[in-house]
């Protein structure tokens, strides 16, 4: 008797190793039909970002050239997912559908109703519908205190993980999937019209690869040249000391599973302390990110409202003109101007420069941090409702194991400290390149010949100062005072 199809239905886990709902249809034996369905309204108030619709699309073609590469091919749907799987169970006769899990409120939601709806509308027939662990190391409710209850301090979550089995090694990618006798129908890539309209992306095709090959590439760069010096240079944001698979891992075109055990062999291959010490900071990053889908999936209204329910009352201002200077990158602070700037650019800033941004947008300017997460959520391509609500919600000083709201950045030393020579300035805020490194954090402060021996005509070429720091972090302290009486 031959074994019915089943349905894969690829989301956030755009690869074919390391799949294991992927792998689990190709053991079951029958034909596999890959698909991917294109559902923007299932995502609740996070609909993909501009940004992340353009990453999306290049991942989407990349996953349907390896599925080529594998005999088979990607449907391609839009609509309600229930609907459209249904429709491909009847079209297909398939009797199997897989999926790796999500974590966020709106796909985990879903997931149920999807779940019960394919089951209850298979009529006769038993449906084996079937969902797996993929894109987290440790799944949300695997961890937690001695009390049952989720963590919200990070270190004793990170020991918890480590307590736990170690993550299973990676699957290999499947050699060949079965074809199904008919395909059912598809839509091509284009038709879904994913990615945004005018083009815009030029900075982001030139920064990066889309696609499993493309995360690859950066992660063994990174096992070659980054790991080793990770632990006391991935704050440097003048240097590339990080391994930028940010959005790899939010696609899922790499598992953290690859990640991780891909680290710990190059641990295992090498002597070097630096490798060692810069392998175990760069696996605590990897835990942050545990970290940050553990509370999103316990604190499911984060994403909009404060963890800690005080800070709900925080006199914040309404400052439409600033807010437009943060995003523009005209700040007057070259600090926060090249992280705005290179986010524009190539759709990703650098994690030290992201917490430099955010506290000037939250402390300085006392703008919500709703409205940062927001524009963080349109123009970064790693765009993730877990990660980007914890980096603001610690910057704001009101989300888990948060920094202290008093504790205010201040741009000036921060651009000292870890842009010590300016270059990273220099780059993405070219008008202010020829400053020598002493003034170029602070241009406002440098004697009149300097600037104009490096043209630069404050208030003309580079914007002054839009507020005062230390001004701006003394009304800052007096509006959190507020919150405490
Ligand atoms: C305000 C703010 C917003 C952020 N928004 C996002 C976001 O939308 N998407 C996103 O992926 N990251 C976000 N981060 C976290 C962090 O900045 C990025 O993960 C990191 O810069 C990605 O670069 P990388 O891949 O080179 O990181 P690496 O240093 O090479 O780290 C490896 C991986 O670990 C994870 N990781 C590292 N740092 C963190 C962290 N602090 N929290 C959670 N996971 C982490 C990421 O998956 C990262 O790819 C945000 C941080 C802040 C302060």
Redesign the pocket.
Known sequence: MSISPTIVWFRQDLRLDDNPALDEAVRRGGAVIPTYIWAPDAEGDWPPGAAGRWWLHQSLASLEKGLRGLGSRLVIRRGDPLDVLRDLVGQAGAEAVYWNRRYEPAADGHDERIKAGLSEGSGGTALDVRTFKSSLLFEPDEVCTKQWKPYQVYTPFRKACLALPSPPEPIEAPARLKRPRRWPESLALDDLEVEPQPDWAAGMREEWTPGGAGARERLDEFLREGVVGYATG?DRPDRIG?????PH??FGEISPRQVWHAVKHRVSSSRNRAVRQGAEV?LS??I??EF?HHLLHHFPHTPAEPLRAKYAAFPWIDDESGLRAWQRGRTGYPIVDAGMRELWAIGWM??RV??IV?SFLVKDLLIPWQQ?VRW?WDT?V???LA??T???Q??AGCGADAAPYFRVFNPVSQGQRFDPKGEYVARWVPELGKLPPKWIHRPWEAPPSVLAGAGVALGKTYPAPIIDHDEARRRALAALATLKG
Do not use: E, I, K
């Open positions: 991935r990080t391994s930028r698979l940010s891992l939010h760069f990053q990897l942050w990110r940050a650098h994690n992201r917490m955010a940062g963080f970064l790693d765009a993730d990660n980007n914890l980096g603001w610690w910057t």
